[in-house]
């Protein structure tokens, strides 16, 4: 059976007593197996003051990962255009493409990735105003690749041009992504009660573009934990939900031990916000989470899955990674390539 492509989407996480240098390390050693399994992107995603993140600056990231990696494709999954300067951006993910031609991705987002006080103090301005200029940013990033800036040359954007994604959690990037003819990637992992209304959005307004896209493309990040069992995967997915319920009650920390997070009592609010969250994980042995993502391409029609797995244990994350790969048949999925070469 001829699956579509899987992908990797990597915050590279940082667990109870680890450090960012870890964290880091792991991510290096995780890109190097995706290779080798077949995965067709590696892509990093910015988050700022999060104390179990480290993938605060994907374009620096980026650069390690391409040294330590030779075909898999990387980027940015996604860079929060609002935080940041168009040409800041044009600059470092020209210089990414320049560096490892032909393998780099930029995605795009319009969220700040973080809080307001920490979105101030990255822009020095309104978090609020920069999300409200997205449109107006994104021409501009758009002018420093293609060199139509009248006054400024992004070197050395012109001439290394990345390939562009749209990236969202709603509506907007649907809209904007089929409006410009460009991919879209749509984040399931944590927006899954919008993911099928916003890809019909972008399937149903897509506009073909010379620039990007003839046919619309979608995928979607899917959160997934897989192990030999059932009860193994469930037992390694419960710091998930612990971290979860950390980070929507504003209390965000480093990933939990599967012993600790066993231990914890949720409260029933707590409970009733997992339930909120169970559309959007993948859980249990090869063969059942093969069954759940084959039913989910079926339901939304997406054209590449970029998976998502955070685990205490980075030797327990890489298995995930591989049971998947096996089950999913994934040197024959790599081999799928779209229609159009700009994706």
């Known amino acids: 059976m001829a699956r579509v492509p899987l992908s990797v989407l990597d915050l590279a996480p940082v667990v109870m007593g680890s450090t960012a240098r870890e964290a880091l390390a792991n991510s290096t050693d995780l890109v190097r197996r995706a290779e080798a399994l077949g995965y067709t992107r590696y892509w990093v995603a910015e988050h700022h003051n999060m104390p179990g993140i480290a993938s605060s600056q994907p374009a620096v990231l980026l650069a390690h990962l391409g040294n330590h990696s030779s075909t898999i494709r990387l980027g940015s999954g996604g860079v929060m255009l609002p935080n940041h300067s168009p040409l800041v951006v044009a600059e470092q993910f020209g210089m990414l493409e320049a560096l490892h031609p032909g393998r780099i991705d930029l995605g795009i987002g319009r969220a700040p990735g973080t809080d307001q006080v920490t979105a101030a103090a990255l822009r020095r301005g309104d978090p609020a105003r920069a999300a409200e200029e997205f449109p107006q940013s ?34 907007f990037g649907a809209q904007v992504a089929a409006l410009l003819g460009l991919p879209f990637s749509f984040a399931h992992h944590f927006a899954a009660a919008n993911t099928e209304p916003a890809l019909h959005i972008y399937k149903e ?5 010379d620039e ?14 897989c192990a030999e069992t059932e009860e193994r995967a469930r037992y390694l997915a419960k710091p998930g939900e612990l971290s979860f319920i950390r980070l929507r009650t504003g209390k965000p920390a480093r990933f939990a031990s599967p012993e600790e997070a066993a231990e914890y009592q949720f409260s029933p609010l707590e409970r009733e916000l997992l339930r909120g969250r169970e559309s959007s994980v993948v859980i249990g042995d090869p063969v059942s989470v093969v069954a759940q993502l084959d039913d989910l391409v079926a339901r939304t029609g997406v054209q590449e899955l970029i998976v998502t797995t955070t685990l205490y244990d980075h030797d327990d994350r890489v298995r ?24």
Do not use: C
């Open 320 to 343: 995930s990674y591989e049971l998947l790969a096996q089950e999913w048949g994934l040197s024959e999925a790599a081999g799928v390539k779209p229609q159009n070469d700009a994706v």
């Open 205 to 209: 307004h897509f506009t073909p573009s």
């Open 212 to 225: 990007f896209l003839s046919e619309s493309y979608a995928s979607i990040g899917v959160s997934v934990v």
């Open 138 to 171: 994104f021409r501009q990033l758009m002018a420093y690749f293609d060199g139509e800036h009248p006054q400024i040359r992004a070197v050395p954007a012109k001439g290394y041009k990345p390939q562009i994604w749209m990236l969202g959690s709603s509506d």
